[in-house]
């Protein structure tokens, strides 16, 4: 049982991912808005940078779902 964490230290990180997430997607907005609404126009600086954030914000997506798996688990548990 050492392994498993606090409900409310994983809500505390939920929230914040939230925010990461939220964060990351407004800056891609930013990017997509500077170069026309797309990326068909970007330079290969702003595709790069484009294609990063997309990805960090799908790794911190990915790391919401699991959290939320855990809990509906402790919930399903109580």
Do not use: F
Request: hydrophobic share 35%.
């Amino acid at each position: 049982m050492s392994n498993e964490r606090n409900p409310l230290e994983l809500v505390h990180e939920y929230r914040k991912l939230v925010l990461l997430y939220e964060a990351l997607d407004e800056k891609i907005d930013a990017l997509i808005m500077a170069n026309d609404g797309g990326t068909e126009n970007m330079s290969d600086d702003d595709l790069k940078e484009y294609r990063d954030l997309a990805h960090k914000r799908s790794e911190v997506r990915n790391e919401m779902r699991i959290l939320e798996r855990q809990l509906q688990m402790d919930d399903e548990d109580n």
